[in-house]
């Protein structure tokens, strides 16, 4: 199985700053990753696909970059309803696997 | 706009199956361009992909290793819905269980786009 880590665990942060969160992948995944975002009590939601594709109806603030084993979620100018936990997953091959998450907190 | 709506107990007793079900509005469980999946999460094991089953002119069926033995997923055309069946279960299957559509566009990038509500099962006796 291709085992996914992110980094960091967890961050806080203040309104309208800049974060990212670093995803690898165990081996070579290409483009093929997504990021989701998870608010307690709730599903996962997509906020990005193939690495840097924005899904429809996300905010531009968040944005991905990366190929191949390493990959970064970056969000601008944060908003309070961005406090949330976030997830990478590889869609290269099943079974597909997701990161442990990273937990962005309120500063 | 797509929606999957989950049912199913909350409480299993060891040993025994658990049995969800998944209903699909808003797009159908044999489209050729998604797969349609059950994912759990739990706090020892974090998300883990359980398997899918999708239709490309016919039946397929996708497991995770570690549950293959134990499980079954199974499309419904008639009421447009599928289902998980996990059978054998320990305490070591409590979690969170979500229904999801993987979706393949036209760039062939596939993604969990979205998401049923969630069902908590807790295995106890």
């Known amino acids: 199985d291709i085992q996914m880590t992110q980094s960091p665990s967890s961050l806080s942060a203040s309104v309208g700053d800049r974060v990212t969160v670093t995803c690898r992948a165990s081996e070579r995944i290409n483009r093929y990753l997504n990021w989701y975002q998870q608010k307690p009590g709730k599903a996962p939601e997509l906020l990005i696909y193939a690495a840097s594709t924005l899904q429809s109806g996300v905010p531009s603030r968040f944005s991905g970059s990366g190929y191949g084993t390493e990959f970064t979620l970056t969000i601008s100018d944060l908003q309070p309803e961005d406090f949330a936990t976030f997830f990478c997953?590889?869609?290269?091959?099943?079974?597909?696997?997701f990161g442990p998450g990273t937990k962005l907190e309120i500063k | 706009q797509v929606q999957l709506q989950q049912s199913g107990p909350g409480l299993v007793k060891p040993s025994q199956t658990l049995s969800l079900t998944c209903v699909i509005s808003?797009?159908?469980?044999?489209?050729?361009?998604?797969?349609w999946n059950w994912i759990r999460q739990s706090p020892s094991r974090g998300l883990e992909w359980l398997g899918r089953t999708y239709y490309r002119s016919k039946w397929f069926n996708d497991y995770a290793l570690s549950v293959k033995s134990r499980i079954t997923i199974n499309p419904d055309t008639s009421k447009n819905q599928f289902s998980l069946h996990l059978n054998s279960v320990t305490p070591d299957d409590t979690a969170v269980y979500y229904c999801t559509r993987d979706f393949l566009g036209t760039d062939l990038y596939e993604k969990f786009d979205y998401w049923g509500q969630g069902t908590p099962v807790t295995v106890s006796s």
């Open positions: 997953q590889q869609s290269y091959t099943t079974p597909y696997t």
């Open positions: 808003g797009d159908s469980v044999s489209t050729n361009s998604a797969a």
